[in-house]
């Protein structure tokens, strides 16, 4: 039977048979970004990837967990990552591994469109929709960059926590509008009273030129209210307004740093259009992946997460 050893938090633990591993990633011990190795191999490899039957929903040894995703998060640094080097681990990840992340963005914007152009109501089943299908995108591109095993069906996953997705995704957008116009409301006075002073052409300047606070207050809360279903995905016990404070602390001082990754696939986008579309079925998978990374880097490092966690199951020399 083959010995293997594990990497966890710079050290290393084994030799251990399978059902060994198994119970340690049901215990949430072993995770997919941790090393294994055995006899064998020409190096260390991430467990998600030597091992991808054990980190999906339903796997022997697999439990479930207060979220949606099957693998738990990673460390990270705090967000210290630069914007450069997520996308570039972006890039490693789905090399050689197109062909799922393409058709799951494809299922996604196919199942957003024919909602969105029913006679009458599209609008209505897009905005009942909105919420469990972004939710499960991010569990499948969460899923996806830590190494575990996705599926088509986790697009609708995000029904598992309907009332929690769709009520985070209609606060965000009513908050974010309201700070929005609360912004812009010197701006829309001027407006007005341009429109009521015939011949005032100056005055409909300055009240443009004033409603653009408003939307800059509007990117601002956008991008501090970006994590909440992520957040979620990765605890769904969290309430509406739970998820979005956290989101809310967690972006503190890293607005700006989302605000510029966002801008680097500007110029994709551009060439996409240039494709009539076809690009995006790149694009899509890669922004996601790399939003996903963003996210996970967010986390604490090991050693944050030991310094703040006394009971953390690694503490000891041993794990057997």
Known sequence: MTQWYCGIQGQQYGPVDEQVLRDWIAEGRLTANDSVWCDGMG??????????DMFHAGAPGWRAMSGLVPVSPPSGTGGAT?????????????????GLPIGFCLLAGLI????GILPYIGWIPQLILGGPLELGVIVFFLTFNRGGQGDLGMLFVGFKKFGQALGTYLLVALLVLAWTLLGASLGIVVMIAAGAVAGEPFLLLVGVVLILPGSILGIVKQLAYSQAMFLIADDGNLGCMDAISMSVQLMDGRKAKLFCLGLRFLGWALLCILTLGIGFLWLAPYMNVTFARFYDDLQPSRQAQQAGDAANPYASSSMT
């Open 112 to 115: 957003s469109f024919v909602s």
């Open 82 to 98: 630069p914007n450069a080097e997520l996308t570039a681990q972006a890039r490693r990840l789905l090399d050689g591994r197109w």
């Open 43 to 52: 190096a260390w490899r991430p467990a998600g990837e030597q091992f991808l």
